[in-house]
């Protein structure tokens, strides 16, 4: 039943889409590469992995850890 509501939305960008004025291609590629210049990256930054995704046989979470053992208090206001 949704795809009949997106129906006319699809209709009407595929139908503006077709109905714009576009240079032919061979023009566009012309200029694309006359404009064109080469990207060269020098600096980057690298960041580690934050988590981990999948199942644990054991659990490992540490706050998991201090209730079981009796240690977790709440937060206190203030």
């Known amino acids: 039943m949704r795809f009949l509501t997106l129906l006319p939305i699809v209709f009407l960008s595929v139908w503006l889409i077709s109905a714009c004025d576009l240079p032919p291609a061979s023009a566009?590629?012309?200029?694309?590469?006359?404009?064109?210049?080469?990207i060269v990256l020098r600096e980057g930054?690298?960041?580690?992995?934050?988590?981990?995704?999948?199942?644990?046989?054991?659990?490992?979470?540490?706050?998991e850890a201090q209730?079981?053992?009796?240690?977790?208090?709440g937060p206190e206001s203030g």
């Open 28 to 38: 566009a590629s012309q200029e694309a590469d006359s404009t064109t210049r080469e």
């Open 45 to 63: 930054l690298a960041l580690p992995p934050v988590g981990r995704a999948g199942r644990n046989a054991i659990h490992v979470d540490a706050l």
């Open 67 to 73: 209730i079981v053992a009796g240690r977790w208090s």
